[in-house]
């Protein structure tokens, strides 16, 4: 084949003079900033409610492009289905990626699991478990929403009590409600109830996989949940999603036709199951999992969640020993996501702005409640991170007019992570 000077001819080229097409509505490029002159210089320190720093295998796995329908693909996605069974304590095989957010892997239960007409009882502790409420309705569903108030987690008993009066073909719970830090304890109970009762449990466990205990299989739940960027350490936009045996024959049976495409784990299947296409998956995205799946594995979920107690007790202990008041009282408090009362003439804004442009922290505000927001999920739960992140705290405080006591927190954090 001749050569042709390709890149000279084009690099010469006038591009108000092109012919071959037709002359553009929209004449003039954009003229935007460089990338490198947007972010920062000196990264932020991601201890927010997610997504949270990503380790590097991580990083540089997500930089990767494979073939998504070939034969490294499907070493892959064999993997990835193995470890997550590990992660989600099941041996169920009906574990699915999903491209999108925790959001789509949670709309992917409801849509699956629910049909018009169906009676779904959500318990609703905040802002993410309504989310599943609202998925429901927008299904047709005929949905009982069981709100537990005043950042109460719900009680078994409670929960029963909701399941013998409405008799709900699905229930659906939040483990960690990130909104407001509150933590459903009894979920064990209440699954295995509900379950009982011949009812399908869905679990969003977006904010604590792998960051606390869940058993799918022992607790007898039907669909579990999780995003990417929160407990297990990688990207935003790619989750995992496992349905029970029981949940894939209630799919299988199915009558009416999923109104969601790209959702449909029928479709699905074919891709995560059959190594042919549904969608082209978000290849990098799987890669960046498949690393934050196996420095889980590596790590042993065990190992994996003293080190996120020891990490949230000790933070939330350092908190308090600042003179600061922790949000949710301690019989619900979740400890992935760990929440603090704004002190009194702050604002959640001023204290999030604060942080992040003088100590270069980024920390959560909430959807309305008068707290602030610190992560205790994956890599945040590393002890440098901690003394930094509360150092920042305090002085934020102090630099907003709060009185702080700061040696004593950073002396206390120091403590408690010893023993
Ligand atoms: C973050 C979160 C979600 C939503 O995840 P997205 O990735 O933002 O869609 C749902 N539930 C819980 C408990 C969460 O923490």
């Known amino acids: 084949m001749p050569t042709?000077?390709?890149?000279?001819?084009?690099?010469?080229a006038d591009p108000a003079s092109s012919t071959d097409h037709p002359p553009l509505v929209y004449s003039q490029p954009p003229r935007v900033r460089l990338l490198s002159d947007i972010?920062?210089?000196?990264?932020?320190?991601m201890m927010g409610a997610g997504p949270v720093p990503i380790p590097d295998v991580v990083a540089h796995a997500n930089s990767v492009v494979i073939n998504h329908l070939g034969a490294t693909m499907s070493t892959i996605i064999s993997q990835v289905k193995q470890m997550a069974g590990y992660v989600f304590q099941t041996k169920s095989e009906w574990v699915l990626g999903v491209?999108?957010?925790g959001s789509a892997a949670m709309e992917m239960a409801i849509c699956n699991l629910v049909s018009p007409g169906s009676k779904v009882l959500c318990v609703v502790n905040g802002f993410f478990s309504a989310r599943m409420a609202e998925m429901s309705r927008r299904l047709d569903a005929d949905v009982v929403t069981l709100d537990v108030e005043g950042n109460q987690a719900a009680s078994a008993q409670q929960v029963e009590q909701a399941i013998e009066q409405h008799r709900p073909d699905v229930l659906t719970i939040v483990q960690g409600e990130t909104?407001?830090?509150?933590?459903?304890?009894?979920?064990p109970a209440i699954a295995r109830a509900a379950k009982k009762r011949g009812c399908l449990?869905?679990?969003?466990?977006?904010?604590?996989?792998?960051t606390m205990p869940l058993q799918m299989d022992d607790w007898?739940?039907?669909?579990?949940?999780?995003?990417?960027?929160k407990g297990l350490s990688s990207i935003p936009g790619v989750s995992l999603i496992a349905f029970s045996n029981d949940a894939w024959e209630h799919i299988s049976r199915r009558k009416t036709p999923n109104t969601h495409w790209v959702l449909d784990a029928r479709l699905a299947e074919n891709f995560w199951h059959k190594g042919s296409y549904h969608y082209t998956a978000p290849v990098s995205g799987v890669l960046a999992l498949h690393e934050a799946l196996r420095l889980v594995c590596a790590e042993t979920l065990p190992v994996r969640f003293a080190r996120h107690s020891r990490s949230s007790f000790a933070l939330q202990n350092g908190i308090e020993a600042m003179g600061l008041r922790l949000f949710a009282p301690p019989a619900s408090r979740l400890n992935s996501v760990v929440?603090?009362?704004v002190p009194e003439g702050l604002t959640n804004t001023g204290i999030c702005a604060h942080i992040s442009e003088r100590y270069r922290v980024e920390i959560s505000g909430s959807f309305g409640l008068p707290i602030v927001r610190i992560g205790q999920m994956g890599e945040q739960c590393r002890a440098h991170n901690l003394f930094r992140t509360l150092h920042a705290l305090g002085?934020?405080?102090?630099?907003?007019?709060?009185?702080?006591?700061?040696p004593a927190s950073m002396a206390t954090l120091e403590y408690s992570l010893q023993v």
């Open 395 to 406: 002085s934020t405080m102090r630099d907003l007019g709060a009185k702080v006591d700061m």
């Open 179 to 187: 909104s407001n830090t509150v933590f459903n304890r009894e979920l």
């Open 201 to 210: 449990v869905v679990v969003d466990a977006v904010c604590t996989l792998s």
């Open 39 to 45: 972010l920062p210089d000196d990264p932020l320190l």
């Open 99 to 101: 491209a999108g957010p």
């Open 220 to 229: 007898q739940i039907d669909a579990v949940i999780t995003g990417g960027q």
């Open 339 to 341: 929440g603090i009362t």
């Open 4 to 12: 042709r000077p390709l890149r000279a001819a084009e690099e010469t």
